[in-house]
């Protein structure tokens, strides 16, 4: 399996409505539910008005589409990052899923699921 290094630093906030997401931007996630609004989106690109906000993520992607069919690649992922201490925020789109990890531990997080046969491929 071929993984994706984003080239950019992450925030994933929450706010209070979507007015100031600016929605032309290249990366961002929004998720809404009946409790809340959050956002992943590049650090640079935060909205000033979140109601809280956790800086200091990176990240990467599962390359291709995933058929829906494939079952655990998330939780294999995430069991090697949690073996080794790395806790891990997940979002999934309709093609793929992202795994971000707090910036300090994005190195450790690559050189053991390296170790553990996962490819990397360059920058997006």
Known sequence: ????????????????D????????????????????????K?????ENTAARDDGWRGFRIEGELDFSLIGILSKLSKVLA??????????TYNTDYILVKKE????????????????CAYI
Do not use: H, R
């Not at 450790?108 to 996962?118: C, D, E, I, P």
């Open 1 to 16: 399996m071929i993984l994706k290094k984003l080239d950019f630093d992450l925030t994933v906030c929450k706010l209070s």
């Open 43 to 47: 650090t640079e690109n935060t909205p």
């Open 83 to 92: 073996d080794n201490d790395i806790g891990i925020f997940a979002v999934s």
């Open 105 to 120: 531990n994005f190195e450790k997080a690559v050189n053991v699921l390296s170790q553990a046969g996962y490819e990397f």
């Open 18 to 41: 979507t007015s100031t997401i600016d929605l032309t931007e290249e990366f961002y996630f929004i998720g809404k539910t009946d409790e809340e609004i959050s956002l992943v989106c």
